[in-house]
C-alpha cells in the first residue's frame, strides 16, 4: 500500500541580542561554567524578570521574513516542569497569544515549489546545560545559557517528505541568517529542530499517529531521522501493528531513533500568565521600521539572479542559501560583470579553496580582488591557468591582483612581431615536426604550439598563437 | 528624655535639634529588642553592628548641616521577606533558614541612600502565608498588648515591632491583607499602596499580581513620609508604573470637607464582631460632622472574594514556590538518592503545612482539566470585582469597611486549625488585592478585651494622598493609641 508522510517541525533558534531575555548578563556561547549568570537568570528569591526589547523585535523581524502576522498585544507564560536545567522550574515562554502567527516559507523540492505553513513563531527562554559527572559522581550544571533568549517557530505538518523537511529547513536557517537574527551555529546549538512525522495511506485525510524527536542539529540529521522514521512506521503498519504516541531520540551516527524514558508526554505544565511582565503591546510604527530593516531575503535574492542576472537556478540556489556567499558574490559583480563568470569561479574554484583552507580563505581574498581578478580573466589579459595560479596566492598572501600580475609576468604577451619571430624560430629549430606536419601528421601541430607557449612562459595567446603558426606553416608548404 | 513610641516626625526633630544622637536611639531600640523580643518574637535576625554602624553614618550626614531625609538615622526593620545584601532572608520558613542574598530589594536599597538604619529582620507567616504570624518557623508572633493573642498576619513581626517600640517604623508587605490586618491588631497604622506603585524586586514572592510593599508606622503622618521615600517606578519590576513624584504629605491636614465617603453594604451585612461594627460606623459618623457625607453602596461581587482570591494567590504560589528545589540555594535534604527524592525529601521538609497546602490547592487549580473550572474561572471573577470597585469608586471617593471580622484573636487557637475559617476572613482585605487598590488601615481605640480596632480605607489606584487625607481626620478623632499608655 503507498502512504504519505506527514511532517511538521517546530525549530528552535537562540536570538542574536547582546543581552540576555530578563536581565543584563551577555548572551554569549561558552565561558567558564556559571560565569555568565546573575541572581536573575538563576531564579534567586526576589528577582524579578524585565523583557529584552531587542528580543522582541528580532522575534518580530523573524516573523514578517516568514510572511507571519503579528499580534499587536501578546503576553508571556510560565510553563511549569521541575528539571535542574530550569531555575525557577518554569519556563517563560508564550502559550496561548504566541508574537508572530499565520506566515509561510516557500521551498522548492523534487521539481517542485511550494509554501509550509508557518503557524506560530513564539518568544521564550532557554535552560542551562546539564553535564553529567563522567566518573558517574553526579550532575553538573551550568546556567550560563539560562535565560538566553530562544524564538520557536512551529509549522503546519505541510511538509510532505524528508527532502523537503531539510529544505524548509535550509530555507528557515538562511532566511535567520539574512535577517542577523540567529547566528546559526548548529554545532553550538543555537539552531536545532524538533521533527513530528506521521505515516497515512496515500488517499486517507486523517492524520496517522505522530512521533517526535528532539534536537537535531544538523539538515542532514533532519532528512535521514525522517527517512528513518517514514520507514519504521510504515513497516509497523504493514505488520498491523500501530504507532505509539512518544518522543523518541534520534542517534545520527547509529541512523536509529530509541523512545525517550521520560513520560513527556503525560506532563502537564499548567501554563498561565506571567505576572511579572506586562503584556507585549507592538504599534504599527515598530512594526514598519522593523519591515524596513530587513533585508532582501534569499528566495528573492534567488529569483532575481536567475532572472536578471541570467544564472542557472541550481547555481543561485548554491549561492543564495549562504548569505556570506552572496554577499561576496553580490560585491564581486560590482567589480566584473560578467556575472556567469564570476559565479563559475566562485562555485568551483572559490568554494574549492574555501573547503580545503577555511572561511579565512574569503575574507583574506575579498570580493573585491576576487572580482578584479575575474576582470583580467574576463578580457583575456591573463589565462586560466594563470588566474587559478593568482587566486590561490592571492587568498593566501592577500596581495592586489594586479601587482601580482605584473611580478609574476603573466600578462598574456599578444605583441605581433614577437610571437611571430618566436614562431619563425620554432619552426626553424624543429625541422622534424614540421616534416611530421606536412606528411599529414596533424599532432605535430599541437607539438609546436606548445614549444611556442613554452617561449611565452606560458602566457600566450591560443588563438593568435595558432593563427600565426599556420600562416607560417602554409607559406613553407608553397 | 521621653522616646517611647514617638513617631518618625517627632524623632526627626529630636535628631535635627541634637535631642538625641543617632547612635543613642539605635541603641535605644536596641537595647528595647533585647529586652522584649523574647516574649513577642517579632524579629529573626537583628543586625546590631550594621545597625550601629549605619547610626554613625547617619549622624555624620546630620552633622554635615546638609538637608537630609526625614528618614536619616530613624531605625526601621523590615520583613523578613525583602532581600537584604549579606543579611539572612528566611521568609520565616526552614526552607530559607540559612539564606543570605547577595542583593537588597530596592526599599530596603532606597531607604539605605536615605541613611535610615536597619535593625533587623520581623517574623511572619512562613512567605507570606497566614493571618497570625503563627505559621513561622521560628515560632509565634505575639501581640504587644496582651501576649496571649496573636500579632496578625502575615505581616505580624512588623506590626508588633511598632506596637512594642522596637522599631521606628517598618517594611511589610501584603498579599491579601497581610498589613492591614496586623496593622488593626497591634493597633498601628498600615497601607497596602496601588499595586505597581511601590517597586517588589527584592519582594520574595508570594502571588505576583496581588503582592504588595507597604509601610507600617506609628501614625498616618509617619506613612506618608515614608511612602514618600519607596514609592516610584523601579526599572527592575516591570509591572511598577512610571510616575513622577507625588509628596504624599502634602494636603494631609486638609480634613474632609465634601469627601464622599461610600460603605459597602456586602461588607456590612457579613456577620463580624458588633464592637468593630459600631466603632466604624461612630468613626463615619463624626467624619461627616466634619464635612464628609456617607453613602451606603454596593459591591454585589465581593461576595465571590476568598475562591478567587485563594485560586489565584495559591495558583501563582505553587509556580513561584518552585524553586525552591534543594539544587541552587535553601534547604537540601542530604540523604536524597535521586533527582525525584531530592526534590521530594527537599520539599516536604522545607516548607511548613500551610505553605503545602497552599502549593498543592493551586497546583490542582492550574492543572489540566481544571483550570478551566477554577483558574480561568477566577481571573474572570477578578475582572468582575475589580470593575465594580473602579464603578463604585467614580461615584465616591473612598469606601471605608472592616479588616477583620474579629480584633485580635488568642494565639494557639482554633484558627490555625480551622484553615477555611481562616480562609473566610480574609473577605474584607483580599477583594482590594484583587482589585490592586489601596487601603490604610487605621486604628480606631480598644475594644473591651483592651485589644486594638482597626479600619480601613479603599481608595482609587494611586489616590494614597486622599487616603492619608482620611486616616489623618480619623486620627484626629479617634487618637492614637499606645500599649501602656492611656488615650
Redesign the interface.
Known sequence: MPYEIVIGLEIHAELNTKSKIFCGCKNEFGGEPNSNCCPVCLGMPGTLPVLNKEAVIYAIKAGLAMNCRISEVSKMDRKNYFYPDMPKAYQVSQYDIPLCYDGYVEIEADGQTKNIGIERIHLEEDAGKLMHDPNGQGTLIDYNRAGVPLIEIVTRPDIRSPKEARVLFENIKSILEYTGVCDCQMQEGSLRADVNLSVRPTGQETLGTRTEMKNLNSFRAVERACEAEAKRQIELLEKGLKVVQETRRWDDSKQESYPMREKEESLDYRFFPEPDLVPIVVDKTLIKNIKASIPELPGARKKRYINELEIPAYDANIITSDMKIADFFEEATKVCSNYKLVSNWLLTDLLRLVKEKGQDVMQKLTAQKFGELMVYYDKGEISQASAKKVLDIVSETGEEPGSLIERLELKVQRDENLVESIVKKVVQDNPKAVSDYKSGKTKAFGFLMGRVMAQLKGNGDPEQIKRLLTRELKSLME | MNIYSRTIKEINKMLINREIGAVELTRYFLDNIKRKNKEINCYITVCEDKALRKAEEAQKLIDSGENISPLCGIPYAVKDN??TENIR?T?ASKM?EN?I???S?TIVNKLEEKGAVILGKLNMDEFGMGCSSENSFFGPVYNPWNQEYVAGGSSGGSAAALAADLAGFTLASDTGGSIRQPAAFCGVVGLKPTYGLVS??????F???LDQAGPMTRDVTDCAIVLNEIAGYD?????SVRKGFENYLDGIDRGVDGIKIGMPEEFFNTDFAPEIKEAIFKAAEELCQHGARSYEVSLPSVKHTVPCYYIISS??A??NL??Y?G???GYRNPDARN?DEL?KFSRSEGFGKEVKRRIILG?FA???GH?DKL?SKALKVRRLISDEFKNILEKVDCLVAPVYPTTAFKAGGDNCKDPLKMYLSDIYTAAVNLAGLPALTVPLGLDSKGLPIGMQIIGKAFCEKLLFQVGHAIEKIAGRIIPGVKS
Open positions: 525583602f532581600c532572608t521568609c530559607l539564606f542574598p547577595p542583593y530589594a517588589r524586586h527584592g519582594l520574595i514572592a502571588a505576583s499580581s526599572p527592575m519590576d516591570s509591572v495558583a501563582e505553587s509556580s518552585a524553586r528545589d539544587i541552587r540555594f533527582l526534590y497546583t492550574l492543572s489540566s483550570n483558574y
